[in-house]
Antibody, heavy 120, light 107 residues
């Protein structure tokens, strides 16, 4: 059974940094693009970043461009999101999501999410 | 960016009812449209991709249709665990964009 276990969330002050990780299992990790989607408390879903299976292609939302970096380690079946210069509006549950194939596909499995709170 | 607009924002329905949710894209996205279900406090679950293809394991009471700019999600015979929020999403181009969600509540 596919599993995506996100970790690394927590409370951080504005301007601080945090690194999220997502451990994947039970599928051929390097074959699939991966994405981070976030959801602010009581709000809808917002796409954050996507990375190709090889890691050679990435996309970031304008709201995080220059502050967040998506990466992956296919040898460890791990997806990461480095978040710098955090703002209160980055407060959200961050979901790790598996695509059905390349970056041109959508997702078919969501992890449980990890909560990031940006507050002083 | 492509804007996705769902209607209604919420609806009340009874167990056994058939409900339809509409999603409209601000430009032609062909069939690059997905639907997700999110129960309270839970991660979203993928229901449909390519506008009408059910994800593996999703019951056939869920169906999707549409192409271009107008799409629908239909749930036949609502059951208690179908009361949730439903989102559409376009993946024709980045940035991915989601509809604002439709909350299906018990009447």
């Amino acid at each position: 059974e596919v599993q995506l276990l996100a970790s690394g969330g927590g409370l951080v002050q504005p301007g601080g940094s945090l690194r999220l990780s997502c451990a994947a299992s039970a599928f051929s990790f390097s074959t699939y693009a991966m994405t981070w989607v976030r959801q602010a408390p009581g709000k809808g879903l917002e796409w954050v970043s996507t990375i190709s299976g090889s890691g050679g292609t990435t996309y970031h939302a304008d709201s995080v461009k220059g502050r967040f970096t998506i990466s992956r380690d296919n040898s460890k079946n791990t997806l990461s999101l480095q978040m710098n210069s955090l703002r209160p509006e980055d407060t959200a549950v961050y979901y790790c999501v598996k695509h059905t194939g390349t970056t041109a596909t959508t997702c078919d499995f969501w992890g449980q999410g990890t909560l990031v709170t940006v507050s002083s | 960016d492509i804007q996705m607009t769902q209607s209604p924002s919420s609806l009340s329905a009874s167990v056994g009812d058939r409900v339809t949710i509409t999603c409209r894209a601000s430009q032609d996205i062909r069939n690059y449209l997905a639907w997700f279900q999110q129960r309270p406090g839970k991660a979203p679950k993928s229901l449909i991709n390519a506008a009408s293809s059910l994800q593996s394991g999703v019951p056939s009471k869920f169906s999707g249709s549409g192409s271009g700019t107008d799409f629908t999600l239909t749930i036949s015979s609502l059951q208690p665990d179908d009361f949730a929020t439903y989102y559409c999403q376009q993946y024709k181009s980045y940035p991915w964009t989601f509809g604002q969600g439709t909350k299906v509540e018990i009447k």
